[in-house]
């Protein structure tokens, strides 16, 4: 019996599955991580809603964990260091995925799935670069202080109102904070397929699931600068 191979199309070793799907594996469990700090982060920026001295409290806890214990910025810089090592695996994972699936279609397939495929899926690689840089801007900007309005010598709760009340740059937030939510949406489907988690009577759930988690996790960020810019918190 001759199996015939359609022009353009490549036969996929066995290596070469293994290798895509622990690159999978790295790509799912640095978006766990990733995900488990979203959550934390989200709860901790709902502390405004409790007032200045509250805030100003809970971010100068966040770099006096394990005092005294360890020295100050200790746990802090532990968990910066698990999140960054987490963000290079991710995107080494996506671009290595990104560059072999091209790799093995050198022609481009003529006939896209188009239908089939989801608009945060689409833009998955491009939504995860301007988050990326979102989060550069973000550091720069409430973290360091030295993109905000107030400057770095001031404390975080005002950093955080006075960035806030400008529409543009809630705009800028907003407009990150959609594209993190689709592309976390996305993300969450694609884990639950790569550990094995989901399957056709699954898919459903898996779907909903991943959307209603977007919608409170990203709804839950959004509370924050539209508070502020419509003046419930100042």
């Keep these: 019996m001759v199996t015939v191979t359609q022009p353009g199309q490549r036969r996929t070793p066995k290596a070469a599955k293994t290798n895509s799907v622990a690159k999978k594996a790295v790509m799912a469990v640095s978006g766990i991580i990733l995900v488990l700090y979203l959550i934390a982060h989200m709860i901790g920026n709902l502390k405004v809603f409790a007032g200045r001295e509250s805030f100003n409290d809970y971010s100068h806890w966040i770099r006096t964990i394990g005092e005294p214990a360890v020295p100050a910025q200790t746990t802090l810089t532990i968990i910066r260091i698990v999140l960054l090592a987490a963000v290079i695996a991710h995107i080494w994972a996506a671009i290595s995925l990104w560059r072999q699936a091209k790799r093995a279609r050198p022609n481009g397939y003529v006939t896209k799935k188009a239908v089939a495929q989801s608009y945060a899926s689409r833009t998955m690689r491009w939504g995860g670069v301007i988050v990326g840089l979102?989060?550069?801007?973000?550091?720069?900007?409430?973290?360091?202080?030295?993109?905000?309005?107030?400057?770095?010598?001031?404390?975080?709760y005002d950093r955080l109102v006075a960035g806030f009340s400008n529409p543009l740059i809630t705009a800028v937030y907003v407009i990150a904070l959609v594209l993190l939510g689709?592309?976390?949406r996305h993300g969450i489907w694609s884990a639950t397929q790569t550990l094995g988690q989901s399957n056709k009577r699954r898919e459903r759930t898996v779907n909903l699931f991943a959307l209603v988690f977007s919608v409170v996790l990203i709804g839950g960020f959004l509370l924050v600068p539209f508070s502020v810019l419509f003046g419930l918190v100042g």
């Design 182 to 184: 689709m592309h976390l």
């Design 134 to 156: 979102f989060v550069v801007y973000h550091i720069l900007d409430l973290t360091m202080g030295v993109a905000n309005p107030e400057g770095p010598g001031t404390t975080p």
